[in-house]
């Protein structure tokens, strides 16, 4: 494996060392590198230098020029306006690094792995026990994943927690009524039926809630529950467990609906963290972080004021004892710095819950449990809105299942692919349409930014044209299609020929996949991926139409450079969508 400089990169530094060796009163430079329209790339930095040298930037920018070392990736140069630089890059240095990035691992395509990487712990996917998963947990579990995918990627060590709902109040109520019913947590279907595990949930969960609220003594037994489970009692500790495994059989079901791999050993709850709580709040009160007001353990921020214009502060210890959600999120920090050795604490969470997790940050980092070496981040992200752009419901006015969002996504999905469909068996129908229909969900959701609401609009989502995923995964099998049918052509690069317009544009973003790849993983952006994949399916498609390649009258060594770069694409789609979590069929 190694790693391939972009040709961007090798740019940037060229011009720096000839800023250098031009304008040594001027330090060290950034020349302000970025593509351009009028060339291949322009550079806007001599501008700032001749402000700060008193200088003529036309000028300086000719010594620059003059600086730079013949036989580099530059074809031309020139200076334009005040002093910009215009630079083309020859079609040799194009395809030279194109071939150095596809005799990479099949995997990497050049792209550097940081093996010195810190530890970054995400939060994600955060389903509840005992309760049916909704649109609502759609986006959590999706760019968790996309995460997860492209940080393991770039060289960083992942390690994924599920942080599910699986304590409190309700769980008293639950586990009394399964007592007294213990028929009721029981169902048809087989030990990995999810649909059937659930059904039996709900409908205990409903018959549970229905006493609790009509029958006081039960009201009383359930609270009297509650005190037993939270003390260990051996007998509710272990019906618990059972609501908690049926949960999990329920979970994996849509998880892998969702075409996510969700390990047992990665799921550590609330309840994780209980046996931490009191030496927290301890510690928290000890040390002055957090301090008794009313009965109850507070932490006070200056800028966290309520409508009367009084402070409000976070909850880590109830008046009447009991712990509140901070309690187990600053517990859940403790562990994943002192015992995960986490550099990184990412999650993603709702950006409804953007004050808890301000207030949470601050309170750790008043503790020293995060600082200058842990960083802690809050991936929010938006809500999911109906066709009306209002918060998406059923016609009922209920929170739409996760379950059947998905199975109607596949169902679209399939009427797209038995439409393309020329020689598929109806097995092969029904494995495109999920791979289709869960991909068009996922990057619905990962191609908007993930602060931003956005609309669930499934015709959208599953057209064949736009920005959608089934874009490009037909770029992708349309690739795959060329090189079946080439033969004995061999996808084969030629630095020594011109390229055609359309060839230059597919091999200039084919190299910036590595440089994208590192940006979204720095900054937490899985949209940018996104959008750079569609961008590069819609360079595909013009090049497909404007180059042919297996054409009788093209010859030998255009037709092996085409079918080239066709199949870097197509390396580069597959690659790309993965991350992301999303199926490249080979053909659709």
Same mark, same amino acid.
């Given at each position: 494996?190694?790693?391939?400089?972009?040709?961007?990169?090798?740019?940037?530094?060229?011009?720096?060392?000839?800023?250098?060796?031009?304008?040594?009163?001027?330090?060290?430079?950034?020349?302000?590198?970025?593509?351009?329209?009028?060339?291949?790339?322009?550079?806007?930095?001599?501008?700032?230098?001749?402000?700060?040298?008193?200088?003529?930037?036309?000028?300086?920018?000719?010594?620059?020029?003059?600086?730079?070392?013949?036989?580099?990736?530059?074809?031309?140069?020139?200076?334009?306006?005040?002093?910009?630089?215009?630079?083309?890059?020859?079609?040799?240095?194009?395809?030279?690094?194109?071939?150095?990035?596809?005799?990479?691992?099949?995997?990497?395509?050049?792209?550097?792995?940081?093996?010195?990487?810190?530890?970054?712990?995400?939060?994600?996917?955060?389903?509840?026990?005992?309760?049916?998963?909704?649109?609502?947990?759609?986006?959590?579990?999706?760019?968790?994943?996309?995460?997860?995918?492209?940080?393991?990627?770039?060289?960083?060590?992942?390690?994924?927690?599920?942080?599910?709902?699986?304590?409190?109040?309700?769980?008293?109520?639950?586990?009394?009524?399964?007592?007294?019913?213990?028929?009721?947590?029981?169902?048809?279907?087989?030990?990995?039926?999810?649909?059937?595990?659930?059904?039996?949930?709900?409908?205990?969960?409903?018959?549970?809630?229905?006493?609790?609220?009509?029958?006081?003594?039960?009201?009383?037994?359930?609270?009297?529950?509650?005190?037993?489970?939270?003390?260990?009692?051996?007998?509710?500790?272990?019906?618990?467990?059972?609501?908690?495994?049926?949960?999990?059989?329920?979970?994996?079901?849509?998880?892998?609906?969702?075409?996510?791999?969700?390990?047992?050993?990665?799921?550590?709850?609330?309840?994780?963290?209980?046996?931490?709580?009191?030496?927290?709040?301890?510690?928290?009160?000890?040390?002055?972080?957090?301090?008794?007001?009313?009965?109850?353990?507070?932490?006070?921020?200056?800028?966290?004021?309520?409508?009367?214009?009084?402070?409000?502060?976070?909850?880590?210890?109830?008046?009447? #004892?009991?712990?509140? *959600? $901070?309690?187990?999120?600053? +517990? =859940?920090? %403790? /562990?994943?710095?002192?015992? !995960?050795?986490?550099?990184?604490?990412?999650?993603?969470?709702?950006?409804?819950?953007?004050?808890?997790?301000?207030?949470?940050?601050?309170?750790?980092?008043?503790?020293?449990?995060?600082?200058?070496?842990?960083?802690?981040?809050?991936?929010?992200?938006?809500?999911?809105?109906?066709?009306?752009?209002?918060?998406?419901?059923?016609?009922?006015?209920?929170?739409?299942?996760?379950?059947?969002?998905?199975?109607?996504?596949?169902?679209?999905?399939?009427?797209?692919?038995?439409?393309?469909?020329?020689?598929?068996?109806?097995?092969?129908?029904?494995?495109?349409?999920?791979?289709?229909?869960? #991909?068009?969900?996922? *990057? $619905?959701?990962?191609?908007? +930014? =993930?602060? %931003? /609401?956005?609309?669930?609009? !499934?015709?959208?989502?599953?057209?064949?044209?736009?920005?959608?995923?089934?874009?490009?995964?037909?770029?992708?099998?349309?690739?795959?299609?060329?090189?079946?049918?080439?033969?004995?052509?061999?996808?084969?690069?030629?630095?020594?020929?011109?390229?055609?317009?359309?060839?230059?544009?597919?091999?200039?973003?084919?190299?910036?996949?590595?440089?994208?790849?590192?940006?979204?993983?720095?900054?937490?952006?899985?949209?940018?991926?996104?959008?750079?994949?569609?961008?590069?399916?819609?360079?595909?498609?013009?090049?497909?139409?404007?180059?042919?390649?297996?054409?009788?009258?093209?010859?030998?060594?255009?037709?092996?450079?085409?079918?080239?770069?066709?199949?870097?694409?197509?390396?580069?789609?597959?690659?790309?969508?993965?991350?992301?979590?999303?199926?490249?069929?080979?053909?659709?």
């Amino acid at each position: 494996m190694a790693s391939v400089n972009s040709l961007a990169s090798t740019l940037q530094q060229q011009l720096a060392d000839a800023l250098t060796a031009a304008l040594p009163d001027a330090g060290t430079a950034d020349p302000l590198l970025r593509r351009s329209d009028r060339a291949d790339f322009q550079a806007n930095g001599i501008l700032a230098l001749a402000k700060k040298l008193k200088g003529n930037p036309r000028e300086l920018a000719s010594q620059v020029t003059a600086a730079i070392p013949a036989g580099g990736p530059i074809e031309e140069i020139e200076v334009s306006g005040p002093g910009f630089l215009n630079i083309t890059l020859s079609d040799r240095a194009i395809v030279e690094t194109l071939a150095a990035r596809a005799a990479d691992d099949e995997d990497r395509l050049g792209v550097p792995c940081n093996s010195a990487a810190g530890t970054t712990v995400i939060d994600y996917a955060q389903p509840n026990v005992a309760k049916e998963m909704h649109v609502g947990h759609l986006r959590s579990a999706v760019i968790g994943d996309a995460m997860v995918q492209i940080l393991e990627f770039t060289g960083e060590t992942v390690v994924r927690r599920h942080h599910i709902g699986d304590w409190g109040t309700q769980f008293g109520m639950l586990i009394q009524y399964l007592i007294e019913h213990p028929d009721e947590l029981s169902h048809e279907g087989g030990a990995e039926d999810g649909e059937a595990a659930m059904s039996s949930l709900n409908r205990l969960y409903k018959a549970s809630r229905a006493l609790f609220d009509s029958d006081e003594e039960f009201k009383a037994r359930s609270r009297d529950r509650v005190v037993a489970l939270q003390a260990g009692d051996e007998e509710t500790l272990a019906l618990w467990q059972r609501f908690v495994d049926e949960s999990k059989i329920y979970f994996y079901s849509v998880f892998d609906k969702l075409d996510m791999d969700i390990r047992d050993a990665d799921i550590v709850g609330e309840s994780g963290y209980n046996d931490m709580l009191e030496e927290t709040c301890r510690i928290l009160e000890e040390s002055g972080v957090a301090v008794r007001s009313e009965g109850a353990l507070c932490v006070f921020f200056d800028d966290v004021k309520g409508p009367d214009g009084n402070p409000v502060p976070l909850i880590v210890k109830k008046s009447n #004892g009991g712990y509140g *959600y $901070a309690a187990t999120d600053l +517990s =859940a920090i %403790r /562990d994943r710095v002192q015992n !995960l050795k986490a550099s990184s604490l990412l999650y993603v969470v709702d950006a409804r819950q953007a004050l808890h997790f301000k207030m949470v940050f601050e309170t750790a980092r008043r503790a020293g449990w995060l600082n200058e070496d842990v960083k802690a981040v809050q991936l929010a992200f938006g809500t999911v809105l109906g066709k009306d752009g209002k918060p998406f419901k059923t016609r009922e006015g209920e929170t739409v299942r996760l379950q059947d969002l998905l199975d109607e996504a596949i169902d679209r999905a399939s009427a797209v692919v038995r439409e393309k469909a020329k020689d598929l068996t109806e097995d092969e129908i029904a494995e495109r349409a999920a791979q289709v229909g869960i #991909g068009a969900v996922k *990057y $619905a959701d990962l191609s908007t +930014s =993930a602060a %931003r /609401d956005y609309k669930f609009d !499934l015709d959208q989502m599953v057209s064949l044209t736009g920005d959608t995923s089934v874009y490009i995964q037909y770029a992708h099998a349309r690739s795959r299609s060329i090189k079946r049918k080439a033969g004995e052509l061999s996808p084969r690069p030629h630095p020594e020929l011109e390229l055609a317009p359309a060839e230059r544009a597919l091999g200039l973003h084919l190299d910036e996949f590595g440089e994208v790849v590192s940006e979204v993983a720095a900054a937490y952006e899985p949209h940018k991926l996104a959008a750079y994949l569609y961008q590069l399916s819609s360079l595909f498609t013009t090049f497909y139409d404007q180059c042919p390649v297996l054409k009788a009258e093209v010859p030998g060594d255009v037709a092996e450079n085409r079918l080239f770069l066709s199949d870097l694409t197509a390396r580069t789609l597959h690659r790309g969508m993965a991350l992301l979590g999303i199926r490249t069929p080979e053909r659709l």
